[in-house]
């Protein structure tokens, strides 16, 4: 059981150029989210997902895309990278068919972007 | 909209000294909040969680929390600080679309 993996670890990026960072989960969760971690500024909410074929914005969408086709992949895209996105990004998954497991999320470790 | 508001940036303790971390949240019901907490370089972990039921929660690594919803709080607790607590603690609400606090960084003094 590998929980959330997250690639690529680390990337950089020229302005302008477009990339995708992979999040995939094998717990079989309904939801998944990305966040990006910016320093003094904890985790900000980019997209969620509360299932295939469905997601919605959170705090900080401008600049990114996503899409889940299926309950265990939910790649973010960026199509023009921009200086601005130079972060840290965590992807998370978390189900509620438990409720003492409510909404807890389970994190993967991580993508480091810079963009140049 | 739902939010959270850590005050605290930065606190340094004594190791050995009790510790208290502020929390406060803007939630339209009754909220799921959680207490995660991060190691340099490290991803997230879970130290507790809050959704219902009795109002004293406790964790792992010997913390606690306490939701008080007449003053929309969810402050965290250890009677006896370690060094290895040292690390940036992030107070989060809601489901999922969860917003989480700035964090705090804690340093721990031997």
């Known amino acids: 059981n590998a929980g959330v993996t997250q690639t690529p670890k680390f990337q950089v990026l020229k302005t302008g150029q477009s990339m995708t960072l992979q999040c995939a989960q094998d717990?079989?969760?309904?939801?998944m989210s990305w966040y990006r971690q910016d320093p003094g500024m904890g985790l900000r909410l980019i997209h969620y997902?509360?299932?295939?074929?469905?997601?919605d914005q959170g705090e900080v969408p401008n600049g990114y895309n996503v899409s889940r086709s299926t309950t265990e992949d939910f790649p973010l895209r960026l199509l023009s990278a921009a200086p601005s996105q130079t972060s840290v990004y965590f992807c998370a998954s978390s189900y509620a068919r438990l409720a003492r497991h409510h909404y807890e999320q389970y994190f993967g470790p991580g993508t480091r972007l810079t963009v140049t | 909209a739902q939010s959270v508001t850590q005050p605290d940036i930065h606190i340094t303790v004594s190791e050995g000294a009790s510790l208290e971390l502020r929390c406060n949240y803007s939630?339209?019901?009754?909220?799921?909040l959680f207490w995660y907490v991060q190691s340099p370089g490290q991803g997230l972990q879970l130290l507790l969680k809050y959704f219902s039921g009795d109002t004293l929660v406790q964790g792992i690594k010997g913390f606690e929390a306490e939701f008080k919803r007449s003053q929309s709080s969810f402050n965290l607790r250890k009677p006896s600080v370690h060094w290895s607590d040292a690390a940036e603690y992030f107070c989060?609400?809601?489901?999922?679309?969860?917003?989480f606090g700035a964090g705090t960084r804690l340093t721990v003094k031997p």
């Open positions: 939630y339209g019901a009754t909220p799921y």
């Open positions: 997902s509360v299932g295939a074929g469905i997601t």
């Open positions: 717990m079989n969760h309904e939801y």
């Open positions: 989060a609400v809601g489901a999922v679309d969860m917003r």
